[in-house]
């Protein structure tokens, strides 16, 4: 038996740009994406099959499901049909990251498997059918195949890498996120942006236009590029989120927003600001059940 672990790390959306729809039913996007040092744990072991292709999972989090609707061992499966590998795998997953907050915990699971069973057979996929296999599995798997923050076209499955100078900018920086005990389901959020369109779209040019002057401008924080076209559909419904990001705002002056199609938030912090006042604040607006963690980004 052979066995490795992985961080399957949450990721947070930056810039979130929804451009329009596309015929395929996806939607077109600008993104700049980063990853947490913060995200699930996953342990793959593999290990000879009695009889054909075996894979299991099992986790932490009775919510999450460990059958094959689970990422993890769709994932797996790809794997397998692509080698053409037939042994034994066993996943056990150590949920963090919440579900329906928009942290892309299901993908990074996902791409983890991937990774975790690449190593343990050998290495037989290179880097490019890692990507192939990564965008069948999901729009946002791609980008946990890079380390550093990326920029996602598309639908997401066009993924660029970020200038250093721009990585340095935000590498290392510290951030909290907070989630409310409810979660925002990703079809029903990009339903009510199409719902609104094309009001609620931006156009991929501006969208285009206000990336390349963030990363134009050398001394332009992390805070001058946030920006989400989810916020405004998804808050109409949820109307505790934007509370919470205006209350944030005007308490602690934190540009705070909204991750993905939500309902994770976050915000950068300075270096020198202790957090548990802001943790205190959140919770008592959201309940004790309310997500928050202290991070910095990868």
């Known amino acids: 038996m052979r066995t490795v672990s992985l961080l399957a790390p949450a990721k947070l959306n930056l810039f979130l740009a929804i451009t ?43 919510e999450v499901p460990a059958d094959e609707s689970n990422l993890v061992l769709k994932a797996a499966r790809v794997f397998a049909a692509k080698t053409g590998w037939t042994g034994a795998a066993r996943f056990t997953l150590e949920k963090r990251i919440p579900m329906g907050a928009g942290l ?55 993924v660029e890498p970020l200038p250093e100078t721009a990585v340095l900018r935000l590498r290392g920086r510290r951030v ?20 609104a369109a094309p009001a609620g779209y ?32 998804v808050g109409a419904k949820f109307i505790a989120l934007p509370v919470m990001l205006e209350a944030l705002r005007h308490e602690f002056g934190l540009n705070a927003r ?12 300075p270096e020198d600001r202790a957090v548990a006042t802001l943790f205190a604040a959140i919770r008592a607006r959201w309940g004790d059940s309310a997500f928050v963690i202290e991070g910095r980004i990868a």
């Open 176 to 195: 909290v996120v907070f989630k409310p005990a409810f979660g925002v389901p990703t079809p029903w959020a990009y339903a009510q942006l199409a719902a």
């Open 20 to 62: 329009g729809w596309r015929p395929d039913g996806f939607h077109d996007l600008v993104s700049l994406v980063l990853q947490l040092d913060f995200g699930d744990r996953l342990t793959c072991t593999i290990s000879p099959a009695r009889a054909g292709l075996e894979l299991t999972l099992a986790c932490n989090d009775p």
């Open 258 to 269: 909204m991750s993905g199609s939500g309902s994770a938030c976050f915000a950068f912090v």
């Open 104 to 158: 892309g915990g299901g993908s990074s699971d996902a791409v983890a498997a991937l990774r975790a069973m690449n190593e343990l057979c050998g290495a037989p996929l290179d880097a490019a059918s890692l990507r192939e296999m990564a965008a069948q599995l999901g729009s946002d798997c791609p980008l946990f195949l890079c380390q550093d923050p990326v920029v996602l076209r598309g639908r997401g499955e066009r």
């Open 202 to 233: 931006l156009p991929a040019a501006e969208a285009e236009r206000r990336l390349a002057e963030w990363l134009a401008t050398p001394d332009a924080p992390a805070e001058a590029l946030l920006f989400n076209n989810m916020e405004p559909p």
